[in-house]
C-alpha cells in the first residue's frame, strides 16, 4: 500500500512523499517490475520515470520542483485557505486539537487537478503502483504551532490489498 503525500511550499515547489508498506530492495534488472505492485518493467519506464523511481527507492520521497506555476501555487494556497477557515480544530488528541482537517478536495476546489493529473506524478505512480491506480482520499491537513505528536499507527485500514 502507498500514501501520496502533496506539500505545497511558499515557494513553487511540491513535493510527493509515497509512504510504502513494503520495502524495495537491491538493483532491478531491466526485466523485472519497479515494485511487487506495478506490471511495468524497468525497461519500459521513461528515462525521468526510471530516475524519480530509483530517487524513491533511495530516499522515501520525490521533490519536484516547479511542477505548477507560481499563479497556480497562489490559487492553491489560496482555495485550501479557504476549505481550512470553514473548519474547526480537532476534538481528541489523535485528529489533533490544534489540527484542522479537510476531506473530499475535490468536491470543494478545482485548484489541485494539474497536480493530481501532472503526466509526472501519474508516470511515477504508474510504476510504482500499477496503471491508473485510483486516488482513493484526497484530503488536507493544517497542522498549527504546539500541536502534540500523534500515536504512531497505520492507516492500511483505507486500503487493503496484497500483490498477486
Do not use: W
Amino acid at each position: 500500500m502507498f500514501e501520496v503525500y502533496v506539500f505545497v511550499s511558499s515557494d513553487v515547489l511540491v513535493l510527493i512523499y509515497l509512504r510504502s508498506y513494503f520495502r524495495i530492495t537491491g538493483e532491478k534488472e531491466s526485466g523485472e517490475t519497479a515494485t511487487p505492485y506495478s506490471p511495468l518493467k524497468i525497461s519500459e519506464l521513461h528515462p525521468q520515470t526510471l530516475a524519480d523511481v530509483r530517487t524513491f527507492q533511495e530516499q522515501g520521497f520525490v521533490v519536484f520542483p516547479n511542477l505548477v506555476s507560481g499563479e497556480e501555487l497562489e490559487r492553491i494556497k489560496q482555495d485550501t485557505s479557504e476549505i481550512l477557515s470553514t473548519k474547526s480544530f480537532g476534538e481528541n488528541d489523535f485528529y489533533g486539537r490544534k489540527t484542522k482537517r479537510a476531506y473530499s478536495l475535490l468536491a470543494q476546489t478545482r485548484s489541485l487537478d494539474n497536480i493530481l493529473c501532472h503526466s509526472r506524478i501519474n508516470n511515477l505512480l504508474d510504476a510504482m503502483m500499477a496503471p491508473n491506480a485510483l486516488y482513493s482520499a484526497i484530503q488536507l491537513i493544517e497542522i498549527h504551532p504546539g500541536e502534540k505528536e500523534q500515536k504512531l499507527h497505520f492507516d492500511q485500514q483505507f486500503m487493503n490489498f496484497q500483490p498477486s
